[in-house]
């Protein structure tokens, strides 16, 4: 099997890579990178010769693996997307939303090249996807070649997809961004047990040990408890999350702890995204029965949206909790532009509950001082950080022993590491060659050829 990693940088960035197995050629995920903005953010396309692809394998519907997929996708138009039963109507609508943040990025930040690709481009993609229910077994034909493809689910966020593929004897599995651990609204992963060839594995907690004091159950209840202690204080809780996935967690999260009267009552506001996604959470739980949730959860929480009439340094007049996008505090998002109005007072908190790369916003202020500086650059505004700041092992991604396991059980010949930062990276090339020194550990070097 040769592999390309089409992104430009060893990090959790913009994932995509290019597989060759036998005359099959298949392209996995087409992120945009969270941290760059423009032509930066997007993979080497130009190392996919055109109109070679067959399949396009997307695991899931963060941006950060299906953002450039339409530009992936216009020399490509032969090509099938496969990707899940959920993901057959989030990855349409996350594409469109990412489209219109692209559009008004132009205008506010003079960003030339937006948007990377158009609404016909996006329709395209809509055509060219076909699901991939999970645990069911296609079989794929090239002039009598042939290929087979599984998806299972990788718990992480609905419609998330870990996937195998077998060829000739050779079993080759990609866990796609994982979590074995249950979350409110979603089962852990179930994965096959192996034994594989290679492992194509995401490495985001490599670098952060377990720690067992923490479980997420008093993970959350640390959360409840750092929620009211502000609110009694008469100060506003951020939570910055994700649109897709962790803000519908977090909101089954506050639901359950009001329902149990451990929430103080208070006003909750989303923003837009998180909340049409909720339309479209209700709607695969009721067709297909793989996610726990209801709609009616945001009107039993009395959840608003958000009207983003804020100012940097004017605290909110309505306290209460803002569940904003983006996770990490990426600038002009919401969450950023809530951290710049909150963060300069002592009785409000900003709580993570998600991953954040050290050099993002988010990641900063998580490891800034009290009274230390923080400069929102893109709004000129420098604020010491006074709010209680806090982070909550409440993440999407697998912790590393559990997938030291999985690899382990799935017993494999190579295992390639993708997905993780320099020192997660090396955690599992160490932990492994300690552990299993007869396994190849292959940390790609980006736009490399490398036979595995
Ligand atoms: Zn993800
Ligand atoms: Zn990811």
């Known amino acids: 099997m040769k592999v390309v990693d089409l992104s430009k940088a060893q990090d959790v960035g913009s994932s995509c890579m290019l597989l060759e197995i036998g005359s099959?050629?298949?392209?996995?995920?087409?992120?945009?990178?969270?941290?760059?903005?423009?032509?930066?953010?997007?993979?080497?396309?130009?190392?996919?010769?055109?109109h070679s692809l067959d399949y396009i394998?997307?695991?899931?519907?963060?941006?950060?693996?299906?953002?450039?997929?339409?530009?992936?996708f216009r020399k490509q138009k032969d090509a099938k997307i496969l990707t899940s039963v959920p993901s057959m109507t989030l990855a349409p609508r996350m594409l469109r939303n990412s489209y219109q943040v692209m559009l008004r990025q132009k205008k506010e930040e003079n960003i030339e090249e937006y948007p990377l690709y158009t609404r016909m481009d996006i329709n395209d993609v809509e055509k060219a996807l076909m699901s991939m229910p999970y645990g069911v077994t296609k079989t794929f034909d090239k002039f009598g070649?042939?290929?087979k493809i599984t998806f299972y689910s990788s718990g992480h966020i609905p419609g998330a997809a870990g996937c195998l593929i077998e060829y000739k004897h050779r079993k080759i599995f990609i866990t796609g961004d994982v979590l074995f651990e249950d979350q409110l609204t979603l089962p852990g992963a179930q994965f096959p047990e192996g034994p594989f060839d290679t492992i194509i594995m995401e490495t985001t907690r490599g670098a952060t040990p377990r720690n067992d004091e923490k479980t997420r159950s008093s993970e959350i209840d640390r959360l409840i408890k750092v929620i009211n202690h502000t609110l009694e204080r008469n100060g506003s809780c951020l939570i910055p999350a994700f649109a897709l996935g962790r803000m519908q967690e977090i909101l089954s999260v506050l639901h359950a702890a009001k329902a149990a009267g451990k929430l103080r009552s208070c006003p909750i506001f989303c923003s837009g995204l998180g909340l049409d996604l909720v339309?479209?959470?209700?709607?695969?739980?009721?067709?297909?029965?793989?996610i726990h949730f209801r709609k009616r959860i945001i009107t039993q929480l009395k959840v608003k949206s958000l009207r983003l009439d804020v100012r940097p340094g004017e605290d909110m007049q309505e306290k209460g909790i803002y569940l904003l996008s983006s996770g990490m505090l990426i600038e002009n998002t919401p969450s950023y532009l809530m951290a710049a109005a909150l963060i300069n007072h002592h009785h409000n908190s900003i709580c993570f509950v998600g991953y954040c790369d050290p050099e993002t916003p988010g990641g900063i202020i998580q490891n800034a001082m009290q009274e230390e500086e923080f400069l929102f650059k893109t709004l000129d505004y420098v604020s010491k950080v006074r709010a209680v700041v806090e982070k909550f092992d409440l993440t999407g991604h697998a912790e590393r022993d559990e997938l030291m396991d999985f690899v382990v059980k799935g017993n494999p010949r190579a295992v390639v590491?993708?997905?993780?930062?320099?020192?997660?990276?090396?955690?599992?090339?160490?932990?492994?060659?300690?552990?299993?020194?007869?396994?190849?550990?292959?940390?790609?070097i980006p736009e490399l050829e490398i036979f595995v």
């Not at 590491?417 to 790609?444: C, Y």
Request: proline share 9%; charged share 20%; hydrophobic share 45%.
């Open 145 to 147: 070649d042939k290929l």
């Open 417 to 444: 590491l993708t997905h993780g930062d320099p020192p997660a990276r090396e955690w599992f090339m160490n932990s492994i060659a300690q552990n299993l020194p007869e396994v190849k550990v292959i940390n790609p």
């Open 57 to 72: 394998i997307l695991t899931h519907c963060h941006l950060d693996h299906l953002g450039a997929l339409p530009l992936a």
């Open 24 to 50: 099959f050629k298949i392209l996995v995920d087409a992120g945009l990178h969270p941290k760059k903005v423009g032509a930066d953010a997007v993979p080497n396309f130009s190392l996919i010769k055109p």
């Open 279 to 290: 339309d479209y959470f209700e709607n695969i739980a009721k067709k297909t029965g793989l």
